[in-house]
């Protein structure tokens, strides 16, 4: 698995899918956060704060995921070396969890360098330091969870359909109906007492509760067995391949 791991994650950065990503999401998030004269800017706020990168950080990264994800099954059958792969000495999960650790490694890749901001904002500050560090640990903890989500949903996109584009489409919007969808529905208020758990449903609820910079169990099990669920969704559709 370890092998197929490190192939993917080569082929990342051997390419200028990897880089561009990286490149990406920090270019849209420093000019809105540091650039763009809108709400969104860290120096027009007036607090010490970073807050504003975990509210746009969800959206960049609900289009630049399935964009690293889309090529993961969704390749392998358009090469033709789908057949290839699953005749390996790897079992299918260990090929799932390759991919999906591989699609994992570059997110954690794509935020390392926005603990600049942390330190810039840090040294802003006044005094100096004037910063929740609880609460932006629990937001650098909540985003990285939203992202291994919405990797493990485009991994399952991947293999659903053998056209990357399709994919593509399909993890947006898995990944957008899970992020915002539950909370969308919960505003319409038909579900009475139920609306509450309707809304639970949905990421925005735990990862807004974890960005207060309470690590909650709760909201942590969530976030497992969401990515446990969607990696045995495309275990399922891999097996289905089989028959």
């Not at 192939?7 to 809105?32: D, H, Q, R, T, W």
């Not at 970073?50 to 099954?73: D, H, K, Q």
């Not at 997110?107 to 609460?135: E, R």
């Amino acid at each position: 698995m370890f092998t197929l791991l490190r192939k993917e994650i080569s082929s990342f950065l051997s390419s200028l899918i990897g880089y561009a990503v990286i490149v990406v999401f920090l270019l849209i998030n420093g000019l809105f956060l540091w650039v763009f004269p809108l709400e969104f800017n860290i120096l027009d706020y007036g607090f010490s704060s970073i807050e504003n990168l975990f509210m746009l950080s969800p959206w960049v990264f609900l289009f630049l995921i399935p964009a690293i994800t889309m090529r993961s099954f969704a390749e392998e059958q358009k090469s033709g070396t789908m057949e290839l792969l699953l005749t390996k000495p790897l079992t299918d999960l260990e090929i799932i969890l390759a991919k999906y650790l591989a699609g994992l490694v570059l997110v954690i890749f794509s935020l390392l360098p926005t603990v600049i901001y942390y330190i810039t904002v840090y040294q802003l500050g006044l005094p100096p330091g004037n910063i929740d560090q609880g609460a932006t640990l629990g937001s650098y903890i909540g985003l990285l969870l939203l992202g291994a989500v919405f990797v493990s949903i485009g991994i399952y996109a991947s293999a659903v359909s053998g056209n990357q584009i399709v994919s593509f489409l399909i993890a947006v919007f898995l990944c957008g109906f899970f992020y915002i969808g539950f909370e969308l529905i919960y505003n319409l208020s038909l579900f009475g007492q139920f609306g509450l758990f309707i809304k639970q449903l949905g990421i925005n609820a735990h990862y807004t509760s974890i960005s207060r910079g309470v690590i909650d169990t709760r909201d942590v099990l969530y976030f497992i067995s969401l990515i446990a669920f969607f990696l045995m969704l495309t275990r399922f559709r891999l097996e289905r391949r089989k028959w």
